[in-house]
């Protein structure tokens, strides 16, 4: 049952440059969205949220949008850095089911110096 | 900042055995959350928590698995006889109301023998 996929599990990108890490959905029903980080032995970090009646969100260098017609969300960074490599995971949720986030496989970013 | 901790780290255990594990949420959040990762897997959800019942659950939380909040600070997840496919990180998660993010904990390594 994969309703929230990530299917590039892994990005390498250079320093400076932008990093696009991409998600898709097959639930119509998701309405809220967010993209977590994680490190190794460390649990997902929240970084950025997107309510459904929105297609973009923007928190310094990171910005999320959303096509909700494509079933589709990105997340943008930059410029990247070296501290942004980390495993991106996706998630989403939804009103009927508040509570409970259905989570992405996860994009492992590598940036280089 | 405010975090989520979880106790222990590690946690190796005999298959058959009991085991608790312990997080201490945010203290003004009021919905609590399990989580788990299987090696390789996606981050799948467990249950909810609120007003010191059970909001949802996954069917993968079955009668072998039960939540408490025995005091104010404590939200404990504990698996009564243990399965080797129960091996995973645990994480822990808190929000304050159920439409606002989740945060989440540094998680619990679990190793059944």
């Known amino acids: 049952d994969q309703q929230v996929k990530q299917n590039s599990p892994s990005l390498s990108v250079q320093e400076g440059r932008i990093s696009i890490l991409n998600c898709d959905y097959t639930?119509?029903?998701?309405?809220?969205f967010l993209w977590y980080k994680k490190y190794p032995a460390e649990g997902p970090t929240f970084l950025i949220s997107?309510?459904?009646?929105?297609d973009k969100n923007e928190d310094g260098r990171f910005t999320v949008f959303l096509n909700k017609s494509a079933k589709h969300l990105s997340l943008h960074i930059v410029p990247s850095q070296p501290g942004d490599s980390a495993v991106y995971f996706c998630?989403?949720?939804?009103?009927?089911?508040?509570?409970?986030?259905?989570f992405g496989s996860g994009t492992q970013l590598t940036v280089l110096p | 900042e405010p975090e989520v901790t979880q106790t222990p780290s590690h946690q190796v255990t005999q298959m058959g055995q009991e085991v608790i594990l312990r997080c201490v949420p945010i203290?003004?959040?009021?919905?609590f959350y399990w989580y788990r990762q299987i090696l390789g897997q996606k981050v799948e959800f467990l249950v909810s928590?609120?007003?010191?019942?059970?909001?949802?659950k996954s069917e993968i939380f079955d009668d072998q698995f039960s939540v408490e909040r025995p005091d104010g600070s404590n939200f404990t997840l504990k698996i009564r006889s243990t399965k080797l496919e129960d091996s995973a990180m645990y994480f822990c998660?808190?929000?304050?109301?159920?439409?606002?993010?989740?945060?989440f904990g540094p998680g619990t390594r679990l190793l059944v023998l």
């Open positions: 998660a808190s929000s304050v109301g159920s439409q606002e993010t989740q945060y």
């Open positions: 639930n119509s029903m998701f309405d809220y």
């Open positions: 203290s003004n959040h009021l919905y």
């Open positions: 998630a989403a949720i939804w009103s009927g089911s508040a509570r409970q986030l259905t």
């Open positions: 928590f609120y007003n010191n019942e059970i909001s949802e």
């Open positions: 997107i309510s459904s009646i929105k």
